[in-house]
């Protein structure tokens, strides 16, 4: 685990030595997010997202602790229980703000932390696990956020319920049978509150023991890098703490300037206000939409609108799922030996492509079931597919790469107009770069 | 003899002597030991899963009775039954006859009025207020909604059409609204469960 020249743990204090004999904790955080973890010295703000979701999941757990302290898990009192925390529970409206909205962060960051992965080729060997966890977290988060939906017992609550549990009615024969067990009841009612509750306050810790594997397997090959090279010694890398650190407390700073706006200025902005109407079922809101992060794959889910062999709702139910666990076969379905699309030429542009389409799709999932939606719902979902399953195993085959740079250090020396790293090393005042290369 | 090496030092071989036993009595021992320990397991995760499955005051709600004496031909009234929206709708003539008069082949999910209602009662249709694709309340019982393309019901979510008999007809919903059991205790009641 780590390179070589990883700084070593050497507690001064006598306190901190008997507490590293007894207990090596602080040796594990100094080397895990400390200066004993080397890190590629060309890491740009988008590496910043992976702590930045840390932060958030941190959040979510803080306010969502202290919410189920005051909610009630009884569907006559659901609702009336989220009401008293706005209205009456001191500083209530602020961490049911900070927690719903804290859940869209969090989802905005994982997105771009998991597009941050997709453009550097951050799943590729040796990351594969690293991917693959990351994918499984994604997937934790999506039922976290989900089953936390439906907590406030609103119209969209009960309403969101019903569909995605309506998703497993899609299963030939035994789907029914599958939902009532789900539910524990033939439509949502209070045991399916209860459970959801449940779980919801589970889920978020299994998601932290997730991320602890995410980041074991990460740290045993160490962090990708802008140009997807290797590290090729000590001069490639500074260490975690102080280097990133500070680089991740500006990140830090943006993220809570964009949270503290959204909380204190538009709480709503997000949501839907059919949730302010208590759950009844008896009357379907006239426009069922899930949030934001669910659009995408609620537009794949709509496309299909015919039957082929299987039934179209099957169909759906398996493309949306099948979005998503296509993403743990990426690591084998680009073959290319080149990491960052920074020199990929065409792999850049497909993934603009994709990320226009995701856009799209967004779009169509919030829109009505117009047939020119329907139509663009279907070109959005059926260019998703293929993307992954032919455009990317197809570029990674005849794209002829861009020239890579020697090393870390060269393209970041190339970058401040220096050709050789030993030349430029001399010249720059910067103690960043001249360290490493004099020391060599 | 080969078995002399198996036996441990200091132990009496004579149980040895006869052949030696392959599991040999330590493995015989260790599978036994988890196996019961594994049927143990499963015994316990059997509750754990079945509490999931609907309570005995949830099934207990699963009949519902309808007066139908009020209800004018072409009105419908919702009602529920098992905490979801029923359908008690009185089919007027025309509506009848619209519903006889599709080629039941065609349909995606075919079934005939007749089949759908009680013979002799073939005004009388009642079925779930559930579209069945993904759990909506479908438009059109109650006068003045949209009724959809076939003149039944129409399920705004996602544009599934229903036709005067609550088949499906266009849109991604795989079956006909669903037509729980029910009887007629007289000529204006029923019991639905």
Known sequence: MSFPWAKHYE??????????????????????????????????????????????LVLQIVTGVTLAMHYASYSGG??????????????????????????????????????????????????????????????????????????????MSF????????????????GESIRIWLLGGFAPDNAALNRFFSLHYLLPFVIAGVIILHIWALHI???????????????????????????????????????????????????????????????????????????????ILKSFTADFILPAKLWGVLAMFGSILLLFFLPWLDTSPVRSANYRPKLRIFLVVLLADVLLLGYVGGAEASAKNVILG??????????????????SRSEKPVELPNSITEAVLAKHGGTSPAHTALKTDDDLTTKPALAN | MAT????????????????????????????????????????????????MNPSADVLAQSTTEVDLSKIEPGQGVVTTFRKQPLFVRNLTPKEIAEANAVDVASLRDPQTLAERTKA??????????????????????????????????????????????????????????????????????????
């Not at chain 1, 999506?142 to 609103?154: D, K, N, Q, R, S």
């Not at chain 1, 709503?268 to 208590?278: A, S, T």
């Not at chain 2, 330590?26 to 079945?50: C, H, K, S």
């Open chain 1, 378 to 395: 279907q070109i959005g979902a059926a260019y998703y597919f293929a993307h992954f399953l032919i455009i990317l195993p197809w570029i």
């Open chain 1, 159 to 174: 309403w969101g319920a019903q569909v995605i549990t309506g998703f497993f009615s899609a299963i030939p024969l035994v």
């Open chain 2, 120 to 193: 002799g009662k073939e005004n009388w249709l009642i079925t779930l207020g559930v579209c069945t694709h993904l759990g909506c309340i479908p438009l059109g019982i109650h006068e003045g909604d949209n009724r959809g393309p076939f003149g039944g019901y129409f399920c705004p979510c996602h544009g599934s059409a229903y036709d005067t008999a609550a088949r499906i007809r266009q849109g991604p919903a795989p079956k006909n609204l669903f037509v729980p059991e029910y009887t007629f205790n007289s000529d204006t009641a029923i019991t639905v469960g």
């Open chain 2, 4 to 51: 002399d090496s198996m036996v441990p030092p200091g132990e009496d071989p004579a149980p040895y002597h006869e052949e030696v036993h392959d599991p040999r009595r330590r493995d015989f021992i260790n599978i036994a030991a988890v196996t019961f320990a594994g049927v143990g397991g499963v015994a316990i995760v059997l509750p754990l899963v079945n509490q």
């Open chain 1, 11 to 56: 507690p001064k204090q006598p306190l901190m030595r008997w507490l590293d004999e007894k207990l090596p904790l602080p040796r594990l955080v100094y080397g895990a997010i400390g200066a004993g973890y080397p890190v590629p010295r060309n890491l740009n703000y988008f590496w910043n997202f992976g702590v930045l979701a840390g932060l958030a």
């Open chain 1, 78 to 155: 659901a609702f009336a229980s989220v009401e008293s925390i706005m209205r009456d529970v001191n500083a209530g409206w602020f961490l049911r703000y900070a927690h719903a909205n804290g859940a869209s962060m969090f989802l905005l960051v994982v997105y771009i932390h998991i597009g941050r992965g997709l453009y550097y080729g951050s799943y590729k060997a040796p990351r594969e696990m690293v991917w693959l966890l990351g994918v499984v977290i994604f997937l934790l988060m999506m039922a976290t956020a989900f089953m936390g939906y439906v907590l406030p017992w609103g119209q």
């Open chain 1, 221 to 299: 090959p160490g962090s990708n890098n802008p140009t997807g090279v290797d590290v090729k010694g000590e001069q490639d890398t500074v260490p975690f703490h102080p280097y990133y650190t500070a680089k991740d407390g500006v990140g830090v700073g943006v993220f809570a300037l964009i949270f503290a706006a959204l909380i204190f200025f538009s709480p709503n902005l997000l949501g839907h206000p059919d949730n302010y109407i208590e759950a009844n079922p008896l009357s379907t809101p006239a426009h069922i939409v899930p949030e934001w992060y669910f659009l995408p794959f609620y537009a």
